[in-house]
Every structure is written in C-alpha cells, then in structure tokens.
C-alpha cells in the first residue's frame, strides 16, 4: 500500500466551477500536509500547507485535513484555465519532518 | 520563498555515461534535497543533502549510483552515474528555507538515456 493515494484524474471541469481534489493517506505520523501545482514540464510550485487537521483559505483556495479519517481536500473556487495544472499532495511527519511523501497527483483541466 | 535554477533543463545521454546536475539556490538554505519523477508517479526522494556533512540515503539509492556534493550553502550538485535507460526521469532539486513544511523546487532536469 502507497503512503499517500491520490486520484490520476484527469480532472476536466468548467470555468468557475468549484473543484475538490482529494488525498488519502495510511500513516498515522502524518502531520504536516502540503499543496503543490505542477504546470507541465515546470516545477512543483508550493501552494499552501496546513498543520494537523482543520481548515486553511488562502484566496480561491481552501486546504483541509480529517486527521480522523486520514484525508485531505484542496478546494478551489472559482477556477480559471490558469488553475489547469497537475496538482500534487504531500505530507509529512514527526518521525523526519523533512521526508515528504507525494501523492502521484491529479490532473485538472478547466475549460474557458 | 527561494528561487531555484537547475542546469542542464534537459540531456540525452548514452548507456553507460555519467551526468551531473547543478542546483543553485538565490539565497542560503539549510537543507536541500534531491527528488526524482518518473512519468505518472510521484515524488520520489533521493537525498538529503547538508553542507559539511554526507549526504543522506533514501532507501533504493545508492552514493555510488547517485552521489551528491553540497559545498556551500546556495549550491549542490547530484551526479547520476552509469547510467542506463531506466534512469530515464525528471530529477529535481528542492530547497527548505526554514519552516519544516516549506520546500521549494527547481524546474527539474529531464534525463533521457538511450
């Protein structure tokens, strides 16, 4: 079983739709859960991060964390063509905060 | 943040050959890291690199295969040797400013090996 799971998409979706993305994990240690954007044949840009559960905003997008249920969500309202990008979960936790551990990420394309 | 540049962006190279990429950081970083993406996975780390001491492991890779130099606090540079197809990735390069949860990537070096 991978560390972290994450749906390959890809994700199509219209302009000003809201878009979910969504990571489950399986080590309990997890406590650090980062965001990231890859646009094609770039690096991975950090978007947001949150600590432990509960929810963070930052502009259109919204990070949460279910600790409970070993889930994490990325919300972005409002999404333009520029949000068509692969996005990509990552986490770590307190046994090597340094080790992150990436989702394979999701693809989402928003149509004009 | 940290702006990261990588040389070369992209090689083909032959079976059997080395090749080193460099990494430069615009500002001094404490750790750096190397990750390699193959196509439609994740992530994967390689190492972690600190100046003045060996690099550290990833379990899978080896200081013979992958050996990595860190000098200095903006630079680092991860060689990969004898080489074969399977090598064939995007290798990138990845710097944390100093919050644990802060790393930041360069725009990685697309490796093909033929």
């Known amino acids: 079983q991978k560390e972290v799971e994450q749906d390959p998409g890809p994700l199509s979706v219209p302009e000003g739709a809201i878009v979910s993305l969504n990571c489950t994990y399986s080590n309990s240690a997890f406590q650090y859960f980062m965001w990231y954007r890859q646009y094609s044949r770039k690096g991975p840009e950090l978007l947001m991060y949150t600590y432990s559960s509960g929810n963070k905003e930052d502009g259109r997008f919204t990070a949460q964390v279910d600790k409970s249920s070993k889930y994490i969500s990325l919300f972005i309202r409002d999404s333009q063509p520029s949000d068509s990008a692969t996005y990509l979960c990552a986490m770590s936790g307190s046994d090597n905060f340094n080790k992150f551990y990436f989702g394979s990420g999701t693809k989402l394309n928003v149509k004009p | 943040s940290a702006v990261i540049s990588q040389k070369p962006s992209r090689d083909i190279c032959q079976r059997g050959t080395s090749l080193t990429i460099q990494c430069q950081v615009d500002?001094?970083?404490?750790?750096m890291f190397w990750y390699r993406q193959q196509p439609g996975q994740s992530l994967t780390l390689i190492a972690t690199?600190?100046?003045?001491?060996?690099?550290?492991?990833e379990s899978g890779f080896v200081i013979d295969k992958f050996p990595i130099s860190r000098p200095n606090l903006t630079f680092s540079t991860l060689t990969v040797s004898n080489m074969s197809p399977e090598d064939s990735s995007i290798y990138l390069c990845s710097a944390r400013t100093g919050k644990v949860n802060e790393q930041f990537f360069g725009p990685g070096t697309r490796l093909t090996v033929l």
């Open positions: 690199a600190n100046q003045g001491s060996e690099a550290t492991y």
């Open positions: 500002s001094q970083v404490t750790m």
